[in-house]
């Protein structure tokens, strides 16, 4: 059985802990490799906490680093502070990786769906990061990082519920950094384009603009690392979303993207 607080793995904490909030996703599992490598203390955050065992036992094996795990279905937006409290310390990094893809086409005839896509990629992740961030703000550090998407940058026929609600969590993001910028908080926001994910498994991507989850990890810990505060990944998708978003709405409402 894993354990809900790092002070009862018995290990010792030198650093401020990393809460890595989606942690069995791909994204989040090499993140935890990354954070534990460079010698981070692990709060993993799942609605499934009982499938972190075996990543757990990896992890503390590796890196010799404290690795905790703590239950979140982070639409559940009444339990949220309960959920913070049972960590048993506020993070020094808190990284939020969940996310919904979604069916488009099915999602288009169903409020349902469509209210779900909403809540995972955007009401819920800010209300809970919004909690962690004034609770930061109180004691007068930490850094929040949003994982957001470059399909947020512009609506498209084929993925705008997804889209908008991106949209919402960066323009949320944005805001929450400007508030912050002067209490000591550090928010980033990540914007990844393709990544080789269980998100994305069976569609058939392009190599150059498709990135892998160790990459995205790297380069996440290397953003925070030098403060960074908007990062695409890969880099040349700022580029693209660029043109993209200058295209005349006359023009874009005709494309077929
Ligand atoms: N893959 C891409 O091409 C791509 C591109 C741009 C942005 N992103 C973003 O990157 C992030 C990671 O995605 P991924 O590609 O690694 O896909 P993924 O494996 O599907 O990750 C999504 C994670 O969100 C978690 N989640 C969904 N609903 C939840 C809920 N109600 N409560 C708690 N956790 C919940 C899932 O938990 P379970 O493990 O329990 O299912 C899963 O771990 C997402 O925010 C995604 O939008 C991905």
Not at 35 to 58: F, H, K, M
Not at 145 to 173: C, P, Q
Not at 219 to 231: L, N, S, T
Request: charge should be positive.
């Amino acid at each position: 059985m894993t354990d809900p607080t790092l002070a009862q793995t018995g290990l010792v904490v030198r650093r401020e802990p990393v809460l890595i909030i989606g942690a069995l996703s791909d994204i989040g599992r090499a993140l935890a490799r990354v954070y534990g490598r460079e010698g981070y203390p692990l709060l993993l955050a799942a609605r499934r906490v009982e499938r972190l065992t075996s990543d757990i036992q990896d992890l503390t094996l590796r890196f010799g680093v404290p690795v905790g795990a703590v239950e979140l279905d982070i639409l559940d937006l009444a339990g949220q502070g309960a959920f913070l409290d049972a960590l048993g310390c506020l993070p020094g990094t808190v990284i939020c990786v969940v996310g919904l893809l979604g069916c488009q086409p099915e999602a288009e005839k169903s409020w349902i769906q469509t209210d779900l896509i909403l809540r995972t990629n955007y009401v819920a992740p800010a209300c809970l990061l919004g909690e962690i961030a004034n609770r930061m703000q109180a004691r007068g550090s930490g850094c929040v990082i949003g994982i957001s998407s470059v399909a947020g940058d512009r609506g498209r026929a084929s993925n705008y519920l997804y889209g908008s609600a991106k949209a919402g969590f960066t323009a949320f993001l944005s805001g929450l950094r400007n508030r912050l910028s002067r209490h000591g908080v550090k928010v980033m926001t990540i914007k990844p384009g393709f990544i080789d994910t269980r998100m994305t498994r069976g569609m058939t991507l392009p190599p150059f603009l498709t990135a892998q989850p160790a990459e995205v990890a790297e380069a996440i810990w290397k953003a925070q690392a030098h403060g960074r505060d908007v990062v695409y990944l890969r880099p040349v998708w700022r580029l693209i979303m660029l043109i993209i978003r200058l295209i005349p709405e006359v023009l874009f409402k005709k494309l077929e993207i």
